[in-house]
């Protein structure tokens, strides 16, 4: 049976779940279970506190789990990234009072306030400063204001907040964070892990394709082909008129309508977008 660790919680549960949802598994119902069983996939689902995840897996407790990159690389635990699942995306950044700092040189012999201690102390040492990591728990934006840090290290999505406080980020950032699939580094993908690491690149190829069908004149199919050439090679079919051919090609979902104008204008007709559900590549 794999044991797979899900967020039961924060801004990666929900999304964790819809995933595991569509690559086929059962997730639960009620936000009060911590474990649900899928024996027709012979997997176990345990749901955790996102920062606690990574240390599960590296541990060998879980075989498996759904978690953000910062949280791992802050754990220190033996686990390894194995796909990046598209959603969760963050950035991680220094941050000081407006014009007070400009470069991570300068935070040398300063106090640095972050939830996020092992990923800052990391960055600290690999840019060759030395500096006081103060360690806070939830939010760290009024740290400087009250007394505490010179500088905090967290998430930074619209600077707003910061702003608020009389704060504005320095450098470049410590790290670019999304969710991620990981596992233990020791286990292969023979327990499971390759089964479900499957599905959910299944599942994120599925929200970033869709499947495009035309007509097109047979003169004109090999500069059609150039336009979609789809993800190995377009399907190229004849039609009952042999002056035209039917092709299928995957495309990315991004630009669809763009590619369906660049086709019109070839000459293609009868342009049909369907979504994908599911795939395996």
Avoid at 40 to 63: C, H, K, M, Q
Avoid at 73 to 85: F, T
Avoid at 89 to 104: I, K, N
Avoid at 212 to 217: E, I, S, V
């Amino acid at each position: 049976m794999l044991r797979i660790a899900v967020p039961n919680k924060g801004s990666l549960a929900e999304p964790a779940a819809d995933m595991l949802r569509e690559a086929g598994y059962k997730v639960r119902r009620d936000l009060k279970e911590l474990v649900v069983s899928d024996p027709d996939n012979e997997v176990e689902l345990f749901y955790l506190r996102p920062r606690d995840i990574a240390v599960y897996v590296g541990s060998g407790t879980v075989d498996a789990g759904i978690t953000g990159r910062d949280l791992l690389l802050d754990s220190g635990s033996d686990a390894v990234e194995v796909m990046v699942l598209g959603f969760g995306r963050s950035t991680f950044r220094y941050a000081a009072r407006a014009g007070s700092l400009g470069s991570v040189a300068e935070i040398a012999g300063k106090r640095v306030a972050t939830s996020y201690p092992g990923l800052v102390e990391a960055h600290l040492v690999g840019a060759g400063v030395s500096a006081q990591v103060v360690r806070l728990d939830g939010a760290v934006e009024t740290a400087i204001t009250l007394g505490v840090a010179d500088v905090i290290a967290d998430v930074v999505e619209t600077g707003a907040t910061l702003r608020s406080q009389g704060l504005a980020v320095f450098g470049e950032p410590i790290l670019t964070s999304e969710a991620v699939l990981i596992r233990r580094a020791e286990v292969s993908e023979d327990n499971g892990v390759g089964v479900l690491r499957r599905r959910l690149l299944g599942v994120v190829t599925a929200r970033d394709y869709v499947l495009l069908d035309y007509d097109c004149p047979a003169e004109h199919v090999e500069a059609a082909c150039q336009i979609t050439p789809g993800l190995e090679s377009p399907t190229v079919s004849p039609l009952h008129d042999p002056a035209w051919v039917a092709v299928r090609a995957m495309v990315p979902r991004k630009g669809t309508n763009r590619v369906m104008d660049e086709l019109y204008d070839l000459g293609a007709r009868g342009i049909l977008v369907t979504h994908i559900a599911a795939c395996r590549l």
